[in-house]
């Protein structure tokens, strides 16, 4: 993975503002170059009919080094900063709903692919304490995310209906599982590189663990199907708890060029400014890897558990791209400079 970075300052508060510098990184810069999915910037570049052409994604490669293209998580109205997630999907947002109710703004929230919940269900897949169909994992995991208090949030798409949600890392959860399987070497691979990037290094132990998520994985899948697999009752479960769920435009389908990684706490990637920068002709997926720490620590209280669920976490997220991307988006992580 190359690297090549610039440093901007940034805002970002737990209780006051104050600022940071952060590195930019370009991580993969043609992108993963394992994947199966239909997402693709080659292919966009090779279709005279699409908009998508070098300079627009010049001007993504320009915002995201330098936008900045981190924003802070919002507060609420107490002024306190919003604890749950949403999903790093791309897409610009329709709706915001809790329950029954619509809400009148868009926030800014934490996201990691499917939302926390569904990194709740990977981790406990990773860990080997994952037994039944998808569903049932998903209703433990509910039951044990109130129990330690993580908040969480989802999505939806216009298409919304049957058995889809309209989110990929819940309505291909099984196939995402067997691509963890599949692209074992590759997955194991990045996630080591990224883990070099991020933390300065990865540890005999840790490769141990991502050895032993991998092994539970592929035993999981053995063992269950998930045939009858429904990502709209996963949704079903997530509005009953009320829990916000925002509706995102399918009209105009994925337009995702990029994957930004962001490193740096209680920050996460500004999807919208793509978005407008382009028209909406280019989107980025974004992935906010302190939320997965997060969760990761407050779920499980021993440090080896925690360490295999956010390793397990990040082997999905990868999966999930894998799914649905063909590699060729770019990869981009953010860092604090002395973080």
Do not use: W
Request: charge should be negative.
């Amino acid at each position: 993975m190359e690297e090549t970075g610039n440093r901007v300052a940034v805002v970002v508060s737990e209780q006051e503002t104050k600022v940071i510098e952060i590195e930019v990184d370009v991580l993969a810069p043609e992108g993963l170059r394992y994947g199966e999915g239909p997402i693709s910037v080659d292919k966009r570049l090779e279709d005279p009919k699409d908009p998508l052409n070098p300079k627009i994604m010049g001007v993504v490669d320009d915002e995201v080094r330098n936008g900045p293209i981190l924003v802070p998580i919002d507060r609420d109205s107490n002024g306190q900063l919003i604890t749950d997630d949403g999903c790093g999907d791309g897409r610009g947002v329709n709706m915001v709903m809790r329950g029954m109710d619509v809400l009148k703004k868009s926030l800014n929230r934490a996201k990691v692919f499917g939302g926390g919940l569904t990194m709740g269900v990977v981790a406990r897949i990773g860990l080997g304490r994952a037994k039944g169909r998808l569903r049932d994992i998903y209703s433990t995991e509910t039951d044990e995310f109130k129990h330690y208090g993580i908040d969480y949030g989802a999505h939806i798409d216009e298409n919304f209906g049957e058995k889809n949600s309209g989110c990929g890392a819940i309505d291909k959860a099984p196939l995402n599982i067997a691509n963890a399987v599949k692209y074992k070497s590759q997955i194991a691979q990045t996630v080591e590189a990224v883990s070099v990037h991020a933390f300065g290094g990865f540890s005999e132990e840790m490769r141990s663990i991502l050895n032993g998520v991998f092994s539970n994985y592929e035993q999981y899948q053995k063992e269950q199907s998930n045939e009858d697999h429904a990502g709209s009752e996963i949704i079903d479960v997530a509005a009953g708890a009320k829990k916000v769920v925002k509706e995102l435009d399918s009209k105009e389908g994925h337009r995702e060029v990029a994957i930004v990684l962001n490193f740096v706490e209680n920050m996460t990637v500004d999807q919208r400014l793509i978005r407008e920068k382009t028209n909406n002709v280019a989107q980025v997926f974004g992935v906010d890897i302190p939320r997965l720490v997060k969760i990761a620590n407050r779920r499980y209280e021993n440090d080896k558990d925690r360490k295999a669920a956010f390793v397990s976490m990040l082997v999905y997220t990868l999966s999930t791209a894998v799914t649905l991307t063909d590699g060729t988006l770019p990869v981009y992580g953010i860092r604090p400079v002395n973080g």
